[in-house]
């Protein structure tokens, strides 16, 4: 471990390129079990893809509560094998196992008590419903399969080794994959077959940390010496709650725009849905990129080298802007070119081509924000991601997307404009809380 601390401080670049892809490989792959099912499940029907589009938002929160207590335990492990200690950083990786255990009880206890109503309350009509619910029931029981899971990849991504997650939930995927015939058409268990695919490929993958958590993890968690620490816990859940209320306002972000693109009819709400499809192609690495820098910025600032802390921000912030403006200009010179690939109506084609070339001018916004959030993160403050996604999407865009369209009377690309507007103003602030915490940090 202390090795490789010293090569990720000799070669800070290379180290952040060598964390990231096998970051976005995983953040691929975790991305995948949702199309998967879907796409097995198409040949049920439209009820049951329905169903199954009903469950995403839910699917969403897990991953996104998942993915806050990895990122605030991360940064807490990092910053102590950054700082030599690998024994308080043990106890962190402990204690956020911990908390996961916690929060899965919480959320299978909560499905049992609220997750019709909430399904009725997102719309689910009488032929969706049992669908639905016969879907999620059967995936709720599996969180105490994905949370444990989750954390364990976050505890190897700590240490500065992010292939050993990558390869674990190829190996889940694959699985899933090979599962979803079976269980959905050989064993004719529908919708519920493909959340029981998901389930045992969670019990997997699990199983494959464990193993590898004594074999190849530098860190040695182990519950025989485990000493709770009520302030251990509020560090990982101060930086990970406002990480996961981030994930979770970007949803709520989309739900947003969802209804403002309704006020232009169906065609715009698909056309809007198209260019949301094309975005993430530029997202994903950056989420990858972003995710590595909290690993590494929480080491460097252990290791109270301040300045390769300012400087692997930089270069993450140069990396980012770079490659989304790249992927940027490749959507600007040919938008409908890139949106064939998902159709080929010329009404949907029209609506979507304009609002993409106006919608690229966020992708380097998107970037900045994104890897200053998690920087911060990485240095153990949770605070300021969330508040610059709170001025992004509920001070700027969202009231100015409803001044445009219905005060104002402006039409479709002005959705696209006041999205524009809110990243250029979260950039700002980003900026303005970063270089503070900089110039504290060197202090």
Not at 86 to 101: D, P, T
Not at 130 to 159: E, N
Request: one cysteine or more.
């Amino acid at each position: 471990m202390k090795d490789r601390i010293e090569e990720f401080i000799a070669r800070p670049r290379r180290a952040l390129l060598t964390l990231a892809l096998p970051v976005f490989i995983a953040t691929f792959v975790q991305t995948m079990y949702n199309i998967v099912d879907t796409a097995f499940v198409g040949g049920l029907g439209a009820e049951s893809i329905a169903a199954l589009t009903f469950c995403f938002p839910l699917f969403f929160f897990l991953i996104g509560l998942n993915s806050g207590i990895a990122v605030g335990m991360n940064s807490s492990i990092s910053r102590r094998l950054g700082a030599g200690d690998a024994a308080a950083a043990e106890s962190s990786a402990a204690h956020g196992l911990a908390i996961s255990a916690v929060f899965a009880g919480l959320n299978f206890l909560l499905s049992l008590l609220f997750l019709k109503p909430i399904f009725t309350l997102f719309g689910a009509d009488p032929a969706v419903l049992p669908l639905s619910l016969g879907y999620m029931r059967v995936l709720f029981l599996g969180v105490f399969f994905m949370f444990p899971a989750f954390i364990m990849s976050s505890i190897f991504s700590a240490q500065g080794d992010t292939r050993t997650p990558m390869k674990v939930q190829t190996a889940g995927l694959a699985l899933n994959a090979l599962l979803d015939p079976v269980l959905i058409y050989g064993l004719k268990l529908g919708v519920r077959g493909a959340a029981l695919a998901s389930v045992l490929s969670f019990l997997f993958t699990l199983a494959l940390f464990l193993r590898l958590l004594r074999t190849r993890s530098s860190l040695r968690v182990s519950f025989r010496s485990f000493r709770f620490s009520p302030s251990l816990c509020r560090e990982i859940l101060r930086v990970g709650m406002p990480a996961s209320l981030m994930m979770l306002l970007m949803s709520v972000y989309v739900v947003f725009l969802n209804r403002f693109a309704a006020h232009f009819g169906t065609e715009a709400v698909a056309a809007f849905g198209l260019v949301v499809r094309l975005e993430s192609f530029a997202a994903m690495p950056i989420i990858a990129l972003s995710l590595s820098l909290v690993t590494l910025v929480g080491m460097f600032s252990g290791a109270r080298r301040r300045d390769l802390v300012r400087d692997t921000v930089w270069l993450g912030i140069r990396l980012g802007a770079a490659f989304t403006t790249a992927v940027g200009l490749l959507f600007l010179a040919a938008p409908r070119l890139w949106l064939k690939i998902f159709t080929r109506e010329p009404a949907l084609l029209d609506l979507a081509a304009p609002f993409l070339r106006v919608d690229v001018l966020t992708f380097p916004l998107m970037s900045t924000s994104m890897i200053i959030s998690r920087a911060l993160q990485g240095l153990g403050l949770g605070a300021p991601g969330l508040v610059i996604n709170l001025i992004r999407i509920l001070f700027v865009a969202v009231p100015l997307a409803w001044v445009f369209v219905h005060v104002l009377g402006w039409g479709f690309l002005s959705v696209a404009w006041a999205m524009v507007l809110g990243g250029a103003a979260s950039n700002l602030a980003a900026f303005l809380w970063l270089r503070h915490s900089l110039i504290r940090a060197e202090s």
